[in-house]
């Protein structure tokens, strides 16, 4: 073994390239000021190249356990460039032992400083055997009421993507086919909530970039594929026979995981006073994503992750997708989705109204299928925002349930308000007898339109006591809140929550209903009236 050692080492000196750089790692304490040493990145035209870079010593990260290596690198081009987005997990060396990852870099810096990750502790990132979870859901009626108010993509975007502190990395994220959102809308804070920095034109499939991967070589994680493709790029740190370590800081913090794994290449890079960036492009895929943690990725080669078929039909058009499996990343990207269709075919801005229909399929013909109707400004936001929300909530459920099988989006749209408001509910008369009918007629005020009036017809079911009786008139969203509010539901079965989504009635039905106060008991499934002795 030491014999092994001394020719490595001699054949480093005799050839002097890439190669030559040994595996074995540098302790932290190793890392003394002043010490050289070289980063290993991809640049323009897919090319790895050598970046000669100076220790400027260690500093805390800010969290516990979490001290990183402050590097300058000593090269004309990143002088203008800076540290580049997608620099991520580039390999940095110093006296032939790898140090670790080129993580960190700062927005509007004039020199080249980041901050490495040392690779011992890109090591610890293994997957766990614990279910990833998203934070505690909101309830069925803040969800709805939410939705009526127009604040339905703030309540997504806090309840899937909290607010992080830590600004000193960035991701490039290689969208082909799609604008990302720079709208100050959910889509758009959630990306910068996620570090992402959008390379439109980025994304494409390339099948040139293809064969292995190596320190130095950029990779991407695919999110969504198909009509669009979204996927983080980022540059390999280590690889061992099948294990593959990159980014050095998480890419998109999904913990245990199964995300496909590509390989990338970089066309060009872009520099930017901000952050510079690396447009790329999709080469074949190597591999699936098994951990994203704070210290980095771990990928397997030659792993399989499975995708979620993901389906938007936009005014009598259909886009087909694939998402990536993940409780908390799937909602997001349907939401994403439905953007990214609409926007191909319809309207970006203004009044419009979208009504939106949300189906989750399960195996066994198990289908969650639910509809709404937005108007304003915001209409196509908070469409996208209620698909998310509707698949982040059965995701979300405490019970054990199936994985989805598919998800399948209809947008339909018209580019002016369809609203209006109920001005009043008038009953035919006020005194009722069991088994009779009565018309119940609903006032309209459509949004700039002349009054409509509409009527529905209640039965007053045969063996109703004597005494008070409510008549209820609402829209149908507005009846469902209200119902959710005053007999709230507690499901005990995921069966139980699918039914709950499927009974939930879209803002453009009108509901009359009977109402006498009695005393209920509330079972699971549901709400039951019962007298006060029963149990």
Not at 28 to 47: K, R, S
Not at 247 to 274: E, K, Q, W
Not at 417 to 426: F, G, M, Q, Y
Request: net charge negative; with cysteine.
């Amino acid at each position: 073994m030491k014999w092994m050692k001394l020719l490595l080492a001699i054949l480093g000196l005799v050839t002097g390239g890439i190669n030559a750089w040994a595996i074995d790692g540098l302790d932290l304490a190793e890392a003394i000021p002043g010490q050289t040493g070289v980063c290993i990145t991809e640049m323009d035209g897919g090319e790895r190249v050598e970046i000669p870079l100076t220790v400027l010593g260690t500093v805390g990260s800010g969290r516990p356990d979490g001290e990183i290596v402050l590097v300058r690198l000593d090269h004309a081009r990143m002088r203008e460039t800076g540290i580049i987005a997608g620099m991520s997990g580039s390999p940095v060396y110093v006296d032939g032992k790898l140090l670790g990852a080129l993580a960190y870099g700062w927005a509007f810096a004039s020199e080249p400083i980041g901050g490495v990750t040392p690779f011992v502790r890109m090591l610890e990132v293994e997957p766990s055997t614990t279910a990833t979870g998203m934070a505690p859901r909101p309830q069925l009626g803040e969800i709805l009421a939410a939705a009526r108010d127009g604040g339905l993509g703030e309540m997504v975007v806090d309840w899937l993507v909290p607010e992080k502190s830590d600004e000193t990395q960035a991701l490039p994220l290689a969208v082909a086919g799609w604008r990302a959102p720079s709208d100050g809308s959910w889509l758009a804070e959630s990306g910068r909530r996620m570090g992402w920095i959008a390379a439109a034109g980025g994304g494409a499939s390339d099948a040139r970039v293809a064969g292995e991967v190596a320190p130095g070589s950029m990779v991407a994680a695919v999110m969504v594929d198909g009509d669009v493709t979204l996927a983080a790029g980022g540059t390999v740190t280590e690889v061992r026979e099948d294990r593959l370590w990159a980014f050095g800081h998480p890419s998109l913090g999904a913990g245990s995981t199964s995300m496909p794994l590509s390989r990338a290449g970089v066309v060009a890079v872009l520099p930017n006073l901000m952050n510079s960036f690396k447009f790329f492009t999709i080469g074949e895929h190597i591999g699936a994503i098994v951990a994203d943690r704070r210290d980095g990725v771990l990928g397997r080669l030659g792993a399989e992750a499975p995708m979620v078929p993901v389906s938007v039909r936009v005014d009598g058009h259909t886009y087909a997708y694939r998402s990536v499996r993940h409780p908390v990343l799937m909602p997001l990207l349907a939401g994403y989705l439905v953007h990214a269709s609409h926007g191909v075919r319809g309207r970006s801005f203004g009044d419009q109204t979208v009504g939106v229909g949300v189906s989750v399929h399960y195996p066994g013909e198990q289908v969650a299928a639910v509809s709404a109707t937005l108007a304003g400004p915001q209409a196509l936001a908070e469409a996208s925002a209620f698909g998310a929300a509707v698949v982040a909530y059965l995701e979300g459920s405490p019970f054990e349930g199936p994985e989805i099988e598919s998800i399948a989006i209809s947008l339909e749209a018209v580019e002016s308000l369809e609203a209006a408001t109920i001005v009043d509910i008038v009953p035919e008369r006020r005194v009722v007898r069991p088994g009779e009918e009565l018309a119940v007629r609903f006032r309209l005020q459509p949004h700039r339109g002349p009054e409509e009036t509409h009527t529905l017809t209640v039965r007053i079911p045969e063996g109703t006591p004597e005494g008070r009786l409510d008549l209820v008139g609402a829209d149908g969203a507005a009846w469902t809140a209200y119902e959710l509010q005053m007999r709230p539901l507690r499901p005990g079965s995921f069966a139980d929550e699918v039914r709950l989504v499927n009974s939930l009635d879209p803002s453009t039905s009108l509901v009359a209903v009977l109402e006498r106060r009695d005393v209920g008991v509330a079972v699971a499934g549901g709400t039951v009236s019962a007298p006060p002795s029963v149990v």
